[in-house]
Structure formats: C-alpha cells, structure tokens
C-alpha cells in the first residue's frame, strides 16, 4: 500500500513467495537497507495521526451531507 507506505517498503506483488523471500533476504542481509527503511517509516508515520484522520473523516461527512466547514 504505496499511500500508507511510501517509500518506507519494499514491495512484491501478491502470490509471488520468491519475490517476497528475496526482499526478506534483501532486508536481513543489509544493515544499511534495514536502517534507510527503518528512519523512512518513522518519517512516513509521522504523516499520520488520529486527530488528521479524524478531521479528514469528518470533513467528507460534511461534504456528503451538504453541509460547508
């Protein structure tokens, strides 16, 4: 899920157990990738909270009801 990921991942396409072994490897055998990854989720995650999640629910609610801000 690239939206929630970004480039904090590494990804493999469904049903392919090779591709998703291979990225296993990859991760386990790289210091370096584990710790770029690693800083890039803390990043990505601080894209998200509650309080943003919330608001952007509320506000397609609105929108869906007429209702303006």
Do not use: H
């Amino acid at each position: 899920m690239p939206e929630v990921c970004g480039d904090a991942a590494i990804y493999v396409r469904p049903g392919t157990e090779d591709e998703l072994a291979a990225a296993i490897k990859q991760i386990e055998s790289s210091a370096d990738l584990r710790n770029a990854l690693r800083k890039r989720g803390f990043a990505q995650a601080g894209k998200f909270s509650w309080e943003r999640s919330a608001r952007s629910y509320l506000a397609v609610l609105n929108k869906a009801l007429g209702k303006k801000d």
